[in-house]
């Protein structure tokens, strides 16, 4: 079974907004990774957080991890048509090796 | 190339058949997976290996579906007798370690369809 589980399923925004997708996961883990998904294509990394972090940026990205409720944020600031894709969480659980994702955001970003 | 390389990248088959998927992956990666996407769903993870280690096939759904890497590097996927069900498309990824340590390198997939 899946670990983690993103919500919303879908967003759909217009340029220029910012874009809050969240992930929450059922065991402990060693760190949380989101990846981006184009239609059709393969997943490319995005941003990695350890369970020892709260908080971490790249670029447009903010990602915030609080392992008392095991769940995640991905925020995009000043969105871009470009952003458009799926966007997935996935766990790496304390001793497995195995990474897990979670069901994806479906984000839709409008000119 | 640089990146993880799958072929092929579009397979149809009739139910019954057998096919055999193909990773190439980074080169000195020694973490190396298989997952599985059916049509506007997550990942399924299938199996994992990890060096010279015993791979964890934990994720295989039946013993129609086996996968192999030789010489560390090449994975082959194969699924016997295929069923409509096995539609879907198969993403090989590999990274430089244990994958709870690091981020994973994602081929393009193969699109299998079982008619």
């Known amino acids: 079974s899946q670990q983690g589980e993103e919500d919303p399923q879908a967003l759909s925004i217009q340029e220029g907004e910012n874009a809050t997708m969240n992930c929450s996961y059922k065991?402990?883990?060693?760190?949380l990774q989101w990846y981006r998904q184009n239609s059709g294509r393969g997943l490319v990394h995005l941003i990695l957080?350890?369970?020892?972090?709260r908080e971490k940026h790249s670029g447009r990205l903010r990602v915030t991890l609080d392992t008392s409720k095991k769940s995640s944020s991905l925020l995009i600031t000043a969105s871009r048509a470009a952003d458009t894709a799926s966007y997935f969480c996935?766990?790496?659980?304390?001793?497995?090796?195995?990474?897990?994702f979670g069901t994806g955001t479906r984000l839709l970003v409008s000119p | 190339g640089a990146g993880v390389s799958q072929s092929p990248s579009n397979k149809v088959t009739e139910k019954g058949k057998d096919v055999e998927l193909r990773c190439d992956p980074i080169?000195?990666?020694?973490?190396l997976y298989w997952y599985r996407q059916s049509l506007g769903q997550g990942l399924e993870f299938l199996i994992y290996?990890?060096?010279?280690?015993?791979?964890?096939k934990s994720g295989l759904p039946s013993d129609r579906f086996s996968a192999e890497r030789t010489g560390g590097s090449v994975s082959t996927l194969t699924i016997q007798r295929t069923q409509q069900e096995d539609s879907a498309v198969y993403l090989c990824?590999?990274?430089?370690?244990?994958?709870?340590?690091?981020?994973?390198?994602f081929g393009e997939g193969s699109r299998l369809t079982v008619l």
């Open positions: 290996f990890q060096g010279n280690s015993a791979p964890d």
């Open positions: 957080i350890r369970s020892n972090e």
């Open positions: 996935a766990t790496g659980n304390t001793g497995f090796q195995k990474l897990v």
């Open positions: 990824a590999s990274s430089r370690g244990g994958g709870s340590t690091g981020e994973l390198f």
């Open positions: 065991t402990s883990i060693n760190n």
């Open positions: 080169s000195g990666h020694t973490a």
